[in-house]
């Protein structure tokens, strides 16, 4: 076998970590790849000679290139040519945190010997399980999203584990918060305001007046994203989206009639629909449809 040497850029590595704590996220993956490293860091085995298939390898075509070698390199030759060079460093690679020895190890150790620059950050998440369980189709727990979809539709799954589930930890999958989150967040909250605004909008008019600021809540969930929280800035879009009920409420605009402030209800929710569009396109999308204004990127 052909030996890429691994155990050279030991101390390059932990440099690097140490130097650049955002190149793995979570903190709690780079702790333990940080560790791991420290204890050892071996040459690694690049070539196989038992089988066939695969890569050649260039130095000796009776051997194929180990597949965590020629792999990572793609991500590179993929786009060094001259339209697509803009794209390299890469600003972030997600994985599964079964992967974050290969992409936070050997991947960097291999892009130094080129003398390539580095991907900026590294975020490998953590695992579903179902009922406590590792999903596997032997156990015969798999859970099907295209089922899921069909009975609760996209935007519900999609808010439901970008919502429910801290990103980079795991997660037990449970049918019935995923069903509780629909309910009580999507239908009642946000879905109870937009039917009870548009429907008084409808009716009574509105009258442009000052906003309900919303700058403090879309700088913190632009902070929220920049540091991959989907989970913190959901709650941040629904926190407002909780003040507008509590606003609804206080000035009670079906007895007063009141435009100014159906005014400010409608565009608190044009702002929640704008902030909510990544998560949930389809149900932005039909908010936008009824208070009659776009969504552009």
């Known amino acids: 076998t052909y030996f890429f040497k691994l155990s050279k850029y030991q101390k390059f590595l932990l440099a690097h970590y140490k130097t650049h704590p955002e190149f793995i996220l979570p903190k709690e993956r ?106 596997s189709k032997s156990l015969g727990n798999v859970i099907s999203p295209n089922l899921l979809v069909e009975k609760y539709g996209a935007d519900t799954i999609r808010y439901f584990c970008l919502r429910h589930f801290p990103f980079g930890e795991d997660g037990d999958f449970d049918e ?40 403090q809540i879309i700088a913190n969930v632009s902070d929220y994203i920049d540091k991959l929280a989907p989970d913190k800035t959901l709650n941040e879009i629904f926190s407002f989206i909780d003040k507008l009920n509590e606003y609804t409420q206080a000035k009670k605009p079906w007895e007063t009639k009141d435009k100014k402030v159906l005014y400010q209800l409608a565009n608190g929710i044009k702002d929640s629909a704008i902030l909510l569009y990544p998560f949930i396109p389809e149900t932005s999308e039909k908010i936008a449809k009824i208070f009659n204004f776009e969504i552009s990127l």
């Not at 040459?43 to 196989?48: G, K």
């Not at 999507?186 to 409808?202: C, H, P, Y």
């Open 176 to 215: 019935q918060a995923l069903k509780d989150r629909h309910n009580n967040e999507l239908a009642n909250k946000l879905g109870n305001l937009i039917s009870r605004v548009s429907t008084l909008a409808e009716k009574y008019g509105i009258e442009k007046t000052t906003s309900i600021n919303s700058k």
């Open 30 to 135: 780079r702790n333990e790849i940080i560790n791991r490293v420290k204890e050892s860091l071996k040459d690694l085995s690049i070539t196989r000679s038992s089988f066939d298939w695969g890569i050649p390898f260039p130095l000796n075509n009776k051997h194929v290139c180990y597949v965590w070698y020629d792999a990572l390199i793609n991500y590179y030759t993929a786009i060094n040519n001259n339209k697509n060079k803009k794209f390299w460093p890469a600003d972030l690679h997600i994985l599964g945190k079964d992967n974050a020895w290969f992409h936070c190890v050997i991947w960097p150790a291999i892009l130094k010997s080129a003398g390539i620059a580095l991907p900026k950050s590294v975020f490998a998440h953590g695992f579903l399980t179902f009922n406590g369980q590792k999903i």
